[in-house]
Each structure stands twice: as structure tokens, then as C-alpha cells.
């Protein structure tokens, strides 16, 4: 996309819009966006959004990260036109930006993951659908036209149900598998412990479970336990997971179908024995590229590249797995040395404007994932917060390109940075 001035429109629409009085409701400062955010969301869900293993080393590490790279900005270069996109996966984009896989995003808005694709697609940014999604992947797809999906997978326990939603991504005309690694079991999220709060376990953010007849087929109602004494949390967790459930709300309650999805996904959603050599039975499934994410160790890079993998996600789960985790940032020139340049990489964790995308394009990234600041903006304003905050982040980037004498992406290299002394 070739454009003379991404960043000078939206700021020239903000500072307009000033003139008449107006403040953006979307403040860009991702402390500012968090911290409002947290006025409209749960004390649990806010938890759950915000929260990461421990006591959050790894998300700290991900800021500081960024923070130890500086940019030396060039002067006196022709930066009046700028470019800025990229090629993906054999595909152009017009920005390096996608929006990260997100579960549960109906702690956040109810329309939820609708919102955020109808926001992603007015916006050219590709969204990469959850598995753990609060709406089905063919809503989605519905309200995005043709605009770019990808959709990220939990390797399940059951082969049926991995196959089911491959050829569910496929029929959605997602460009790209991406399989998530680091979550073969959930990380000790010590806020969410706290609360002891996990939405999956109510009904929240099953959808792509509750949707597919292969999982429907393997619920059974008649493993529900029923003895013991309900609570009041304990009956509204069961309306939710009744309402999660597809069917007649009366029927599923009396069958527990709900609570039987419930435990079902639970127990199926992933699979700790996965290794290298399963990857075959997955290539020959589907025709897609498959995109792995979660990787921080060169050597995890080379061995992608050995057994044909498409491309990687330099991801630490946005600090959520291993408390005292290696930042992404520190991990990817590791990363990008082993691959050599034969396959893409991205990079999440710790994105929160133009600079941080800057400094990982800088350091070998094609694109980056962004993550908590559109939930937060999905909070604040559903599809139009979305929006805002890509529209925030696209000028942010495009301004620092320009200011630092980047004409194109291809002029943001190791040199245009150096770290702090
Ligand atoms: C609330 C929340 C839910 C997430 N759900 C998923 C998910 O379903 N699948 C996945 O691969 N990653 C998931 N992630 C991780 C993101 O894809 C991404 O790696 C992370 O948000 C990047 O960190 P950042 O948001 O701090 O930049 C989730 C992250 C958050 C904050």
C-alpha cells in the first residue's frame, strides 16, 4: 500500500475532531487503553485479559524488552511516500500487522470475535480466529467478506475433532493453520487462581467446540454427576454452559448436555504428547500453510524449518505459560539467525505501538501479532474500539518509519537500531 500519509490523516482527524471539542475515546498510551479498559470489564474477566503466569515475570521481561532497543533515526532521505506492506506467506499485505488469536472474547463485548473480524476486515489487518473463540469460525468468516482469516488451532486429543476443524478453517477460506505450542496445559495464571475463575469451565469460549458435529458427537450427557448441592454460582455456571450448548435450552438442561460440553472440552482441548513427527499427519490433511506458535528456541526454529513448517510465531503467550520466560523480543535474532531467512517469522508479546513493531521488523520479524490493546479497545467500544486502536497503531508505525528514514519495510534494519548503554 503505497500512501503519503497514513499517520498525518489520523492525526489530522484527531486534532480536527479536537477543534470541535472532541477526544478520541480510544486513548492510544497502552496504559492509559488498559487502564480504562478496566472500568468496563469484571474484576474476573479483567484478570483473565490482563493477568499472566506467577507474578508475571515474563510479561515484564516483554516490555523491557523493547524498552532496551533505542532507534537511531536517519535524516535527510526522501520519506514523502511511503510503503507500507509486506509479503506474507507468498500473499501481499498492506501492513505487517495481524491481529492475535484471542479466546474468550465475550468477557470483553458481546459481539465479541463478530466485532473484532468486522474490525479486522474494514481495517486490512488479517485476524486469526481462537480456537477458544466466543463465536463460531464461519460467523466470522460471514462478516468479513474476503478479507484475510487465519485460524489458530489447539491440537485436541482427538484426531476427529483436529481434522473437523481443519476442514471447518478450509471451508472459512482461512489463508494459514497456525498451531499453538506452548499451551499443551494452562500456565499458573496466579490472577485467575485467585478469583478461581477459568471462563472455559462455565461455558465461555467453547464456541468452536459447541459449533462442530464431530464435538457434539463425542459429548455425552450421561457422565454428568448430578449429586451434591448446587450454589448460586454453581446454577448460573449451568445456565451458561446450557445456553452454550446448541439445541433447545429446556432439553440440554435436562439432559446436562452443557455441563457434559463443558467437561468434554476440558478434558480434549489439548494434547501433551504432541511431538515433531505428528506434523506429518497433519500436512497431509490439509493444503494450508501451518504456522507455528510458541517458539523461542533457535533450535525449536531449525527443526520447524527441518520438518517443513511454513512459518513461525516467536510468542511467549503474552508472558501467560512460564513466569521467568525469555522475552519474545530477546528470542528473536536467535530465531531469525537458525531460520536463515527460509521461512517467515512473526513475532507477539509486548506490542503496544509503532516503535515495538519498528524494533521487531528491525531485528528480522515480517510481521507482528497484536494482542491485549484491541481486546481493550473491543471493551471500551466493540468494532469501532477495534478499529481505533489499528487505526492507532498503523499511524504510529507509519509516523515512526518515516521520522527514523524508512521509506519502505524493507529499510527497517538491525542498523536503525542500538541497544541502550
Ligand atoms: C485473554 C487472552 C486470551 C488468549 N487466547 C489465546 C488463544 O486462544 N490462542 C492462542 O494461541 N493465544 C492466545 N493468547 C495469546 C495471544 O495470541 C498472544 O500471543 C498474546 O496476547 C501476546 O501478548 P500481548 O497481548 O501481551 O502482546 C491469548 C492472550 C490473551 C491476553
Not at 465479541?112 to 485476524?127: K, L, N, S
Not at 457434559?260 to 476440558?266: H, I, L, Q, Y
Not at 517458539?295 to 520447524?304: N, Q, T, V
Amino acid at each position: 500500500m503505497s500512501n503519503p500519509g497514513v499517520g498525518l490523516a489520523r492525526q489530522t482527524e484527531i486534532y480536527l475532531a479536537g477543534v470541535r471539542g472532541r477526544r478520541p475515546a480510544i486513548p492510544f498510551d497502552h496504559r492509559k487503553l488498559e487502564r480504562r479498559a478496566k472500568t468496563r470489564l469484571s474484576p474476573e474477566a479483567y484478570a483473565y485479559i490482563a493477568g499472566g503466569a506467577g507474578v508475571e515475570r515474563t510479561m515484564a521481561a516483554n516490555r523491557a524488552a523493547f524498552d532496551r532497543w533505542r532507534i537511531v533515526p536517519r535524516v535527510l532521505r526522501d520519506v514523502s511516500d511511503r510503503d507500507l506492506s509486506v509479503e506474507l506467506l507468498g500473499r501481499p499485505r498492506p501492513t505487517p500487522f495481524l491481529l492475535a488469536p484471542i479466546g474468550v472474547l465475550e468477557l470483553a463485548h458481546q459481539d465479541a470475535d463478530v466485532a473484532v473480524a468486522r474490525a479486522a476486515a474494514a481495517e486490512g489487518v488479517p485476524m486469526i480466529f481462537s480456537n477458544q473463540a466466543s463465536r463460531p469460525m464461519e460467523e466470522c468468516a460471514a462478516a468479513m467478506g474476503d478479507a484475510s482469516r487465519w485460524f489458530q488451532l489447539y491440537w485436541s486429543t482427538s484426531d476427529d475433532l483436529v481434522a473437523s476443524f481443519v476442514a471447518r478453517a478450509e471451508a472459512c477460506a482461512c489463508d494459514a493453520l497456525v498451531v499453538t505450542l506452548d499451551t499443551k496445559m494452562l500456565g499458573w495464571r496466579s490472577r485467575d487462581l485467585d478469583f478461581a475463575h477459568l471462563p472455559f469451565a462455565t461455558g465461555l469460549g467453547i464456541a468452536q467446540y459447541t459449533s462442530d458435529p464431530v464435538f457434539r458427537g463425542l459429548v455425552d450427557p450421561s457422565t454428568v454427576d448430578r449429586s451434591g448441592r448446587p450454589t448460586p454460582a454453581a446454577v448460573r455456571a449451568l445456565v451458561r454452559a446450557t445456553r452454550a450448548y446448541p439445541g433447545s435450552f429446556r432439553a440440554n438442561l435436562r439432559s446436562g448436555a452443557g455441563v457434559a460440553a463443558v467437561r468434554k472440552v476440558m478434558e480434549i482441548y489439548s494434547r501433551p504428547s504432541l511431538t515433531w513427527d505428528d506434523f506429518a499427519w497433519l500436512r497431509k490433511r490439509t493444503t494450508l500453510p501451518i504456522v507455528l506458535k510458541g517458539i523461542l528456541h533457535p533450535d525449536d526454529a531449525r527443526l520447524a524449518v527441518e520438518h517443513g513448517l511454513d512459518a513461525l510465531v516467536v510468542s511467549n503467550h503474552g508472558g501467560r505459560q512460564v513466569d521467568g520466560a525469555i522475552a519474545s523480543l530477546d528470542a528473536l535474532p536467535g530465531v531469525v539467525e537458525a531460520v536463515g531467512g527460509r521461512i517467515p517469522i512473526l513475532l507477539d508479546s509486548g506490542i503496544r505501538g509503532g516503535a515495538d513493531a519498528f524494533k521487531a521488523l528491525a531485528l528480522g520479524a515480517t510481521a507482528v501479532l497484536l494482542g491485549r490493546p484491541y481486546v481493550y479497545g473491543l471493551a471500551l467500544r466493540g468494532e469501532e474500539g477495534v478499529r481505533d486502536v489499528i487505526r492507532n497503531l498503523v499511524a504510529d508505525f507509519d509516523l515512526t518509519m518515516a521520522l527514523s528514514g524508512c521509506r519502505v519495510v524493507g529499510d527497517i534494519r538491525p542498523e536503525c537500531l542500538q541497544l541502550a548503554r
